[in-house]
């Protein structure tokens, strides 16, 4: 039997011509530098057929499943003009040595790209991605073969343009899409019609969001930056622009105007220049003004006037109520006014009331100008641990929180930084000589060098004169930390992390049945019914109340059998060699460097269970009294709005123990994986006083050597 390269029907050997389709196999030539028809991929899987697209990056193929028996497609990284194929063969060959190191950069990102969507393999608006793996010395993407055409060539095929109900059952599907890919973090950068496939064979508009080949990735450095003008907002003109969601948004109201119009909209660069773009509703008279409003926020040039999500984008669209965008202007214009006087008849009221207070206690709330030795610790995220270009290192991050402090109150830092694996080792020692610094990081101070730390009332009290209600976990305070010589600055939660099926190595992988929440160890087994998880050190002793005693009994038997080291468990995590990590929120960030688009994480599924204090800060009893003062201060400052804001959300070290900021900055900015865990705090209780971290580094030393 023989199989046509188009339809990939089969039919007797022997006819040249496709009897279902008539494709003539022998005379239907191509492009000499495809893949020649007929080609076995992925030793023998996937038999290659016609070409279906082309772009300067890629040729996409219909194919054929052997395994499956069904139509695929295969994109081929072929990035035109840099790469050339001996005619006749499959291998891709670099036109030039100077080429390269770009092409190389090129394919890695097409491997990010095809990790980038498998995520989405359940989601109905996004392509489904089933395998990606090398060969010929460059790159493939096995795909859906999506029924339909692009939505560029159906708006060509309807006449030029859209008839309102239909562009908005487009619309709809487009944002449908990108509600679940902006909740991973990844901004597509790229919608346009081209990109977008539309069936309406079956009586209902089906679509499918393709193409993530100029995506965006929280944590990873792309290559080659992308873009198509009159569809692109003016961000992704600066290479240092910020990328976000209301980046699409702008993208998909640029798409819906030329649906509706047939006309492409000015380009972003010209119209930030003079701004002639026509309201959609004047371009279209058929358009009600609340639904051009919509479109035309989309696209508004300032991000801040944009819908920043798509659920905001289709609510606006649905209720038709949306105001344009210079009545939007004004209205906000309004609100800070009346903001702002509200503030300032605050304020002087407090002023007045707080004047004689304020006088009679200046030298209790003043500072004198001073010097301070700051010791802190550089773990894994930061630069000097190997981090991306987008991290800060440990002092930055120190300079960040404390800036406005150190200048308000002529306090000198003079910061020294250590890095994660050798900090506990100098503070101990220098507790040892009792030459511990002013203040500083001391989450690894050993229990019996805590007599060298001053009691920290200073920062209890201007905390409790500044409502302790503000902070998370405070009234437990007391209890955690009895002698009140440690402040923690964030908190940890307990997170399970999950390799997605296709990163652990392509056409082997197998697919994670657990996607949690976790209730216990026996989720996490692989397709062959074997555990396959690793445990954070850090961690042990939290895991081990949280799932009982055998889980990490049961990850030393793991590590034995196989030859591991239970320190390890990062590296064999990321490695491949397990499918689930325990761990904490504190490698969130280490694992979008590490695993960009590979990774998703799960809660715990328990109503009640405790999290780890980090960050925990103190003050040397042997410093002077005005240097204790201003180093208690400091302490009280980091747990303030802005401090907060810079370690927790700016550098994602720990959520924010301050209310305001977790609640209404933090889970706004990580608000894909993590804002699973946000319904989960209420419920949750401290574990990292005093006793715990000390219960915990012993319960560690007694398995570190396993």
Same mark, same amino acid.
């Given at each position: 039997?023989?199989?046509?390269?188009?339809?990939?029907?089969?039919?007797?050997?022997?006819?040249?011509?496709?009897?279902?389709?008539?494709?003539?196999?022998?005379?239907?030539?191509?492009?000499?530098?495809?893949?020649?028809?007929?080609?076995?991929?992925?030793?023998?899987?996937?038999?290659?057929?016609?070409?279906?697209?082309?772009?300067?990056?890629?040729?996409?193929?219909?194919?054929?499943?052997?395994?499956?028996?069904?139509?695929?497609?295969?994109?081929?990284?072929?990035?035109?003009?840099?790469?050339?194929?001996?005619?006749?063969?499959?291998?891709?060959?670099?036109?030039?040595?100077?080429?390269?190191?770009?092409?190389?950069?090129?394919?890695?990102?097409?491997?990010?790209?095809?990790?980038?969507?498998?995520?989405?393999?359940?989601?109905?608006?996004?392509?489904?991605?089933?395998?990606?793996?090398?060969?010929?010395?460059?790159?493939?993407?096995?795909?859906?073969?999506?029924?339909?055409?692009?939505?560029?060539?159906?708006?060509?095929?309807?006449?030029?343009?859209?008839?309102?109900?239909?562009?908005?059952?487009?619309?709809?599907?487009?944002?449908?899409?990108?509600?679940?890919?902006?909740?991973?973090?990844?901004?597509?950068?790229?919608?346009?019609?081209?990109?977008?496939?539309?069936?309406?064979?079956?009586?209902?508009?089906?679509?499918?969001?393709?193409?993530?080949?100029?995506?965006?990735?929280?944590?990873?450095?792309?290559?080659?930056?992308?873009?198509?003008?009159?569809?692109?907002?003016?961000?992704?003109?600066?290479?240092?622009?910020?990328?976000?969601?209301?980046?699409?948004?702008?993208?998909?109201?640029?798409?819906?105007?030329?649906?509706?119009?047939?006309?492409?909209?000015?380009?972003?660069?010209?119209?930030?220049?003079?701004?002639?773009?026509?309201?959609?509703?004047?371009?279209?008279?058929?358009?009600?003004?609340?639904?051009?409003?919509?479109?035309?926020?989309?696209?508004?040039?300032?991000?801040?006037?944009?819908?920043?999500?798509?659920?905001?984008?289709?609510?606006?669209?649905?209720?038709?109520?949306?105001?344009?965008?210079?009545?939007?202007?004004?209205?906000?214009?309004?609100?800070?006014?009346?903001?702002?006087?509200?503030?300032?008849?605050?304020?002087?009221?407090?002023?007045?009331?707080?004047?004689?207070?304020?006088?009679?206690?200046?030298?209790?709330?003043?500072?004198?100008?001073?010097?301070?030795?700051?010791?802190?610790?550089?773990?894994?995220?930061?630069?000097?641990?190997?981090?991306?270009?987008?991290?800060?290192?440990?002092?930055?991050?120190?300079?960040?929180?404390?800036?406005?402090?150190?200048?308000?109150?002529?306090?000198?830092?003079?910061?020294?930084?250590?890095?994660?694996?050798?900090?506990?080792?100098?503070?101990?020692?220098?507790?040892?000589?009792?030459?511990?610094?002013?203040?500083?990081?001391?989450?690894?101070?050993?229990?019996?060098?805590? !007599?060298? %730390? =001053?009691?920290?009332?200073?920062?209890?009290?201007?905390?409790?004169?500044? #409502? *302790?209600? $503000?902070?998370?976990? &405070?009234?437990?305070?007391?209890?955690?930390?009895?002698?009140?010589?440690?402040?923690?600055?964030?908190?940890?939660?307990?997170?399970?992390?999950?390799?997605?099926?296709?990163?652990?190595?392509?056409?082997?992988?197998?697919?994670?049945?657990?996607?949690?929440?976790?209730?216990?160890?026996?989720?996490?087994?692989?397709?062959?019914?074997?555990?396959?998880?690793?445990?954070?050190?850090?961690?042990?002793?939290?895991?081990?109340?949280?799932?009982?005693?055998?889980?990490?009994?049961?990850?030393?038997?793991?590590?034995?059998?196989?030859?591991?080291?239970?320190? !390890?468990? %990062? =590296?064999?995590?990321?490695?491949?060699?397990?499918?689930?990590?325990?761990? #904490? *929120?504190? $490698?969130?960030?280490? &694992?979008?460097?590490?695993?960009?688009?590979?990774?998703?994480?799960?809660?715990?599924?328990?109503?009640?269970?405790?999290?780890?204090?980090?960050?925990?800060?103190?003050?040397?009893?042997?410093?002077?009294?005005?240097?204790?003062?201003?180093?208690?201060?400091?302490?009280?400052?980091?747990?303030?709005?802005?401090?907060?804001?810079?370690?927790?959300?700016?550098?994602?070290?720990?959520?924010?123990?301050?209310?305001?900021?977790?609640?209404?900055?933090?889970?706004?900015?990580?608000?894909?994986?993590?804002?699973?865990?946000?319904?989960?705090?209420?419920?949750?209780?401290?574990?990292?006083?005093?006793?715990?971290?000390?219960?915990?580094?012993?319960?560690?030393?007694?398995?570190?050597?396993?």
């Amino acid at each position: 039997m023989a199989r046509c390269f188009k339809c990939m029907k089969e039919y007797p050997d022997g006819y040249e011509i496709c009897p279902y389709c008539g494709y003539n196999q022998v005379g239907d030539a191509q492009n000499q530098y495809y893949l020649p028809q007929g080609t076995m991929l992925a030793n023998g899987r996937y038999q290659i057929g016609v070409v279906v697209n082309t772009g300067g990056f890629g040729i996409v193929y219909r194919a054929w499943d052997t395994v499956f028996d069904k139509m695929i497609a295969v994109k081929e990284y072929y990035p035109g003009g840099k790469v050339t194929r001996i005619p006749g063969t499959c291998q891709v060959v670099v036109y030039s040595e100077k080429d390269a190191e770009n092409y190389a950069h090129g394919k890695e990102d097409f491997l990010v790209e095809a990790r980038t969507v498998a995520r989405f393999d359940t989601k109905p608006n996004v392509v489904d991605v089933y395998d990606y793996f090398e060969a010929n010395n460059t790159a493939y993407m096995v795909m859906e073969f999506m029924g339909g055409i692009p939505y560029s060539q159906y708006i060509r095929q309807h006449g030029g343009k859209l008839d309102v109900k239909t562009a908005m059952a487009v619309t709809f599907g487009v944002l449908e899409a990108l509600k679940e890919v902006h909740k991973a973090r990844v901004i597509h950068c790229d919608i346009k019609p081209n990109n977008i496939f539309v069936d309406d064979s079956g009586g209902t508009i089906k679509v499918k969001l393709f193409d993530f080949g100029a995506a965006y990735l929280a944590g990873f450095e792309r290559k080659n930056d992308t873009l198509t003008p009159c569809y692109a907002p003016p961000e992704l003109y600066n290479t240092k622009g910020k990328r976000g969601p209301y980046t699409d948004i702008y993208s998909v109201g640029a798409m819906m105007y030329y649906a509706l119009t047939g006309v492409k909209p000015d380009e972003a660069t010209d119209r930030m220049q003079e701004d002639h773009l026509r309201p959609l509703h004047e371009a279209n008279p058929q358009v009600a003004k609340g639904i051009s409003n919509a479109v035309m926020r989309a696209m508004a040039l300032k991000e801040d006037i944009r819908f920043q999500t798509a659920d905001q984008f289709a609510e606006a669209l649905t209720k038709g109520n949306a105001l344009d965008v210079e009545a939007e202007i004004r209205r906000r214009k309004r609100r800070r006014i009346l903001q702002v006087a509200a503030t300032f008849t605050v304020l002087v009221g407090a002023g007045a009331i707080c004047a004689f207070s304020m006088m009679r206690q200046r030298d209790e709330n003043t500072l004198r100008p001073t010097s301070l030795e700051v010791w802190v610790m550089a773990d894994e995220n930061d630069i000097s641990a190997g981090g991306s270009s987008d991290a800060v290192t440990a002092d930055q991050r120190f300079a960040n929180m404390t800036e406005n402090f150190q200048e308000q109150y002529k306090i000198d830092c003079n910061v020294t930084v250590f890095p994660y694996d050798e900090y506990g080792d100098k503070l101990n020692e220098a507790a040892e000589k009792g030459e511990l610094p002013d203040v500083f990081d001391s989450t690894y101070l050993a229990s019996q060098y805590m !007599d060298r %730390l =001053e009691p920290l009332e200073e920062t209890r009290r201007l905390m409790e004169e500044n #409502d *302790t209600a $503000d902070w998370l976990f &405070m009234d437990a305070y007391d209890n955690e930390f009895p002698e009140k010589k440690q402040m923690p600055l964030c908190f940890q939660m307990p997170l399970v992390y999950i390799r997605q099926a296709a990163a652990a190595g392509g056409e082997g992988a197998q697919e994670n049945e657990f996607s949690g929440p976790l209730h216990t160890i026996e989720e996490l087994k692989d397709s062959d019914n074997n555990y396959s998880y690793s445990v954070r050190a850090e961690d042990y002793l939290l895991y081990d109340h949280l799932l009982g005693d055998g889980c990490v009994e049961q990850y030393s038997q793991l590590a034995q059998d196989n030859g591991w080291k239970m320190g !390890d468990a %990062l =590296e064999l995590f990321t490695d491949g060699q397990v499918q689930y990590y325990l761990s #904490d *929120t504190g $490698d969130y960030q280490l &694992m979008y460097e590490k695993l960009p688009g590979q990774f998703q994480v799960a809660p715990m599924g328990f109503d009640q269970y405790q999290v780890r204090f980090d960050h925990l800060w103190s003050v040397s009893k042997s410093s002077g009294k005005s240097k204790k003062k201003a180093a208690q201060w400091l302490i009280h400052y980091m747990l303030t709005d802005r401090a907060q804001n810079a370690l927790g959300v700016k550098s994602l070290e720990g959520l924010p123990l301050s209310a305001v900021i977790r609640d209404t900055v933090f889970f706004d900015v990580y608000n894909g994986d993590l804002l699973q865990i946000q319904s989960h705090i209420p419920n949750v209780a401290p574990a990292g006083g005093s006793q715990w971290i000390e219960e915990a580094q012993e319960y560690r030393k007694k398995w570190e050597d396993r």
